[in-house]
T-cell receptor
Framework: QKEVEQNSGPLSVPEGAIASLNCTYS??????FFWYRQYSGKSPELIMS????GDKEDGRFTAQLNKASQYVSLLIRDSQPSDSATYLC???????????FGPGTRLSVLP | GAVVSQHPSWVICKSGTSVKIECRSL??????MFWYRQFPKQSLMLMAT?????????EQGVEKDKFLINHASLTLSTLTVTSAHPEDSSFYIC????????????FGPGTRLTVT
């Protein structure tokens, strides 16, 4: 059973701070990793994908991947109240087409 | 990113009736689409994988005779909730993966079903 784990939170950070969201996965052959943001009552929205070890930056978001440790993280710099949402980590392996989603971490950015 | 639409965005139906939800990939072809269900404050739950031109693959515990899936074309999949009951009330979301250099999954906006 392939698993993706996340701390459910809530993670509370003050406005302007860096929010750090973490995810671990069980399947060593996983090659593709994704972060989704889901606002309450809405569907998930893809915000980052990462395929290679190291960091990938996109605006205020940085995804970090360490395949040896089976760990992927998302950093949100200069957090804004509008970043308050649930962040889902998703992992895809090379064999199937589906993604395995983590349970999500609820982030609250306090003004 | 790629665009996936769903229709309707919300629906209210009476117990015992059937409801059809459409999922379309608007700017790309999708031989595979996924259907999820999400109850309030809970995680996404994959219900089934919809395959163009063949039968859907259902996750364990999902009744295939109750949740009928038809992948009629490379851009359209439908989910029909048959003989709906109040416990079927949920947020139904479809998604479709893009192919090529990057393989990313994009979600539709979701359909909120309320069965009275």
């Amino acid at each position: 059973q392939k698993e993706v784990e996340q701390n459910s939170g809530p993670l509370s950070v003050p406005e302007g701070a860096i929010a750090s969201l973490n995810c671990t996965y069980s399947d060593r052959v996983s090659q593709s990793f994704f972060w989704y943001r889901q606002y309450s009552g809405k569907s998930p929205e893809l915000i980052m994908s990462i395929y290679s070890n190291g960091d990938k930056e996109d605006g205020r978001f940085t995804a970090q991947l360490n395949k040896a440790s089976q760990y992927v993280s998302l950093l949100i710099r200069d957090s804004q109240p509008s970043d308050s949402a649930t962040y889902l980590c998703a992992v895809k392996d090379n064999y199937g087409q589906n993604f395995v989603f983590g349970p999500g971490t609820r982030l609250s950015v306090l003004p | 990113g790629a665009v996936v639409s769903q229709h309707p965005s919300w629906v209210i139906c009476k117990s015992g009736t059937s409801v059809k939800i459409e999922c379309r990939s608007l700017d790309f072809q999708a031989t595979t689409m996924f259907w999820y269900r999400q109850f309030p404050k809970q995680s996404l739950m994959l219900m089934a994988t919809s395959n163009e031109g063949s039968k859907a693959t259902y996750e364990q515990g999902v009744e295939k005779d109750k949740f009928l899936i038809n992948h009629a074309s490379l851009t359209l999949s439908t989910l029909t909730v048959t003989s709906a009951h109040p416990e079927d009330s949920s947020f139904y979301i479809c998604s479709a993966p893009t192919r090529g250099v990057s393989y990313e999954q994009y979600f539709g906006p979701g359909t909120r079903l309320t069965v009275t």
